[in-house]
């Protein structure tokens, strides 16, 4: 059965009291894996508070963005303090996305040669990587240098299924799969994961939860029938009809926009609305949102830094348009 684990990037945007009961509704109903990273602000923290007296049967994974062996040994006594542990279980290059990336961690003073010693000291367990691109991910793989690689794969995002996969299952390298909602933008969850899961060659399934409902809901999921029934396979039809391949997957990775814009939100909220309504908080996050927009310098760097290429400098003023005109009339897209 695969294993279906807890992703950590929501649980920054509740209280720490809310942040904590869902972690510990997790542990209570069977998850026992949990990923975080130093780039997720309050995420390790939380973790850290809600897992502290259990920390002996759960599986604790953070990661780091840093590329040289010093920045990551600052990041990792970092993690370790907020995690309240003396290892991490899974410690994972953040996000290795190109060519130049890959030598940097690599060279010597790297980010690889200070997890290689870290794992020696006994203060990582296995190493791991993170990364957007499937091609480069089997490139790394190959190497033996990783015991795990965490991809986004669903489906729209299906290429990891192609042969990045298929080679861990070969080479024993264990599978963890992000953005199996895509973010958040596909009209049902429950598919979404069904999807995922039912793929054979993927071990564990790490969907951010914000709240216990959406615990318990994927637990659900989790062990029930994984078979996808038609009107599902309609379903996922639709949404890569609607979709294509030009969506926000709300990884954030293009922020921090000088001008302040809130990037991913604009490429998001209308998708969201479906759950929320327009309640007057939100009313108000779009109306700051355009004003923010409209200082838009066209740098170019949330561009840069999107795994996706989108383009989102075209995106953008569409979106909000969009979003404007439903704020306007208070209306609530289809699903």
């Not at 030598?103 to 296995?126: D, M, Y």
């Not at 599978?175 to 909602?181: G, H």
């Not at 383009?311 to 953008?316: A, T, Y």
Request: overall charge negative; proline content about 5%.
């Amino acid at each position: 059965m695969k294993s279906l684990g807890f992703g950590g990037i929501p649980i920054q945007r509740v209280s720490e009291e809310e942040a904590v009961d869902v972690i510990r509704r997790c542990y209570d109903l069977g998850i026992n894996y949990y990923d975080t990273a130093r780039g997720y602000t309050t995420s390790e923290e939380r973790i850290g508070k809600a897992l502290e007296d259990v920390r002996d049967r759960v599986i604790l994974a953070t990661k780091s963005h840093q590329r040289t062996a010093e920045g990551i040994k600052k990041e990792l006594e970092i993690s370790l303090r907020n995690l309240r542990t003396g290892y991490i279980d899974v410690y994972q290059l953040h996000n290795v996305q190109n060519e130049e990336q890959w030598s940097q961690v690599r060279e010597p003073g790297g980010a690889l040669e200070a997890v290689e010693e870290a794992k020696e000291q006994g203060k990582i367990n296995h190493i791991s990587l993170t990364s957007h691109s499937p091609d480069l991910a089997v490139e790394m793989i190959k190497t033996g240098l990783f015991e795990t690689v965490m991809i986004p794969y669903n489906y729209l995002t299906t290429k990891p299924a192609d042969e990045l996969l298929p080679a861990c299952k070969k080479l024993n390298v264990g599978t963890i799969i992000m953005k199996p909602f895509g973010g958040g933008a596909f009209s049902n969850a429950n598919t979404a994961l069904k999807y995922v899961l039912s793929n054979p060659d993927c071990d564990i399934v790490i969907p951010g939860m914000l709240s216990v409902a959406e615990v318990e809901e994927n637990i659900n999921v989790w062990m029930g029938d994984h078979t996808l029934t038609d009107e599902e396979r309609r379903l996922i039809e639709r949404d890569k009809e609607k979709l294509g391949n030009q969506f926000c997957r709300a990884c954030n990775y293009c922020q921090p926009c000088p001008q302040g814009i809130p990037i991913s939100n604009i490429l998001r909220t209308e998708s969201t609305l479906r759950r929320t309504g327009w309640t007057e908080r939100r009313v108000n996050s779009v109306k700051e949102a355009k004003e923010k927009l409209e200082t838009c310098i066209h740098c170019g760097q949330c561009e840069s830094r999107c795994p996706y290429s989108l383009p989102i400098q075209e995106l953008l003023p569409k979106a909000m348009q969009s979003l404007w005109d439903r704020m306007e009339s208070r209306t609530i897209p289809e699903p």
